[in-house]
């Protein structure tokens, strides 16, 4: 089974888009879009 994190409307924050990168690797996602 793939697990994909999925996030929307991270632009212009460079807080909320370091967070997102994160993200994959804390939730085991294969794929983040």
């Known amino acids: 089974?793939?697990?994909i994190f999925f996030a929307?409307?991270?632009h212009?924050?460079?807080k909320?888009?370091?967070k997102f990168i994160n993200a994959?690797?804390?939730y085991k996602a294969?794929?983040?879009i």
């Open 1 to 3: 089974m793939t697990r």
């Open 8 to 10: 929307t409307d991270i």
């Open 12 to 14: 212009g924050s460079e």
């Open 16 to 18: 909320c888009w370091r």
């Open 24 to 26: 994959g690797q804390f």
């Open 30 to 32: 294969d794929i983040i």
